[in-house]
């Protein structure tokens, strides 16, 4: 009995011990950013944790433990609701899968928050660790490195170069596609280069003209000293990704890039009534299918198409007749049904859930204090010092300069022994 007691006491005492303040930042994002990670939030207020959450999107749900600061309804800028959201005329412009073209917008969206009062309010509390985003959210880092705590970045899609290259993390352009390129990860030679030509110039682009903006918003608002968002972001103990290899392709990750794609999964709850009797009402099963329209969706695509458990239908070219016979080609074809419950298997075969993946490793985050046993001095290496470029460089070097002080020294020495031999020779040969 007693002892009983004394448990139930020590277990309570244990989870109240544990419980941490965490802190995410998002200035910029999509509904569909929100509806990806906010089941982990709501796990970790769940579990005790004491969550705020920094959002331009407004919470579907409410829970105790969790601390909502939103923009006001008419200040919101997401990709939905701001100018740049009239797709069909952007898909036409052929510029709306770049997200840094929506640069302005997302320094827009910053500015609002960096100006709210709750904002600079929050400053002065303390926090065990900041969950902040790692695309499209570089204008947020000066503010996050005002708390000066542990960093883990979200990814809401497989990691863009900048990311992997924050954390040390290699990505070879040779059969890693860029997610803005039209390529799987079996590239010709031709496909190679252009994608190493994209993802080149993609990198000089958002290394010399968007992150300076953002570095200067940064420091427009905690001053001059404020690291850049490249030193900010180098800091981050973690980067929890939104993907899996079910529906992505292998690439080389460190131990500190972690995979919890589908961790919005929940048990299935019947559907709404009109839905239901809609699906139920139907002889031969119902057809779901979404198209393109932006951002990570084209590349998306293509990777349903390279799987071959979709196909891509473009928004402007679309007729009935198309529409017809893809719809076709998908119900005739038993491949595509049949690769779509593979690939089912495969997405549920893990270890542990991914909600539970993420929620372990954020804990482990603040246990190890920022985990640093997890980070690779490979951040701190450049370019050259990276793949060994200076290395080869030099070696390469010694190699020449020896082969040309040999082919000189043999040279030297076979001139001082000549003239004594081939004179004598000429003058045998005269005589
Ligand atoms: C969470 O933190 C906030 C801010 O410090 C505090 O006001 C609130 O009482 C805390 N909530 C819980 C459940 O600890
Ligand atoms: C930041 O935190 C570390 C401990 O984690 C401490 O040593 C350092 O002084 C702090 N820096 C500032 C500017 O508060
Ligand atoms: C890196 O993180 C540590 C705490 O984990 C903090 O003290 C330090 O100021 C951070 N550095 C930068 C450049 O953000």
Redesign the pocket.
Known sequence: MHFSKFLALFLLYLSVGQSSKILTVTFFASKSFRNAFDPLFFELAERGHNVTIVSPINPSQKHANIREINLPPKEIQSLETSKFSNFFERRKEKEVTNIILAGPIILDSCRQFLEMKAIQELISEKFDLIVGVGLGNECSFGYI?QF???LILLSPITPIFALTDFIGASAPRSFVPSIFGGYSDNMNFFERMDNLLKTTWYTLYYSWIYLPTMDAMNREFFGPET?SVV??AK?TSLVLVNSHLAVNYPRPFMPDLIDVGGLYCRPAKPLPKDIEDFVGSAQDGFIYFRIPMFGDQDYNVRVAENKQFGLKLELGEITESTLMASIKQVLDDPKYSQTAKTLSNVFRDRITQPLDTAVYWIEYVIRHR?APQLRSPARDLNFFQYYCIDVVFVLLSTLLASFYVASKTLKLILTTLSPKVEPSKKKVKVK
């Open positions: 490195h000066n705590t542990s690291p030193d900010i800091n920022g």
